[in-house]
């Protein structure tokens, strides 16, 4: 079993950086590959990035690529979702989930998290 609890959500402005961490309980976590995904208000969830097991391989979704880095470190059984600048757009409750196996699909993952609130300002 893993528990996720993401964290460092928050309000900044347009242009602005912030960072999401998720942090992992439970065995073998680094074995798992993780995701990030969103959910704006009257919107369906939607990928934004992942990344596999080693950190070997990363996808992101076209609207942040560039923008976003996903990232682990393994020794904190931590995932991070870096944000720089940021847009209106990328208001939402963002999530962090697990599974063996990279996917940009939440119905696949394993193990979620509550999620995180960011909201950007214009």
């Known amino acids: 079993q893993v528990q996720l609890v993401e964290s460092g959500g928050g309000m900044v402005q347009a242009g602005e950086s912030l960072r999401l961490s998720c942090a992992a309980s439970g065995r073998a976590f680094s074995a798992y590959a993780v995701g990030w995904f969103r959910q704006a208000p009257g919107k369906e969830r939607e990928f934004v990035a992942a990344?596999?097991?080693?950190?070997?391989?990363?996808e992101y979704a076209d609207d942040v690529k560039g923008r976003f880095t996903i990232s682990r470190n393994t020794a904190v059984n931590t995932v991070y979702l870096q944000m720089n600048s940021l847009k209106p757009e990328d208001t939402a409750v963002y999530y962090c989930a697990a599974r063996f196996g990279i996917s940009r699909d939440w119905q696949e993952y394993t193990y979620r998290g509550q999620g995180t609130q960011v909201t950007v300002s214009s």
């Open positions: 990344m596999s097991w080693k950190g070997d391989f990363k």
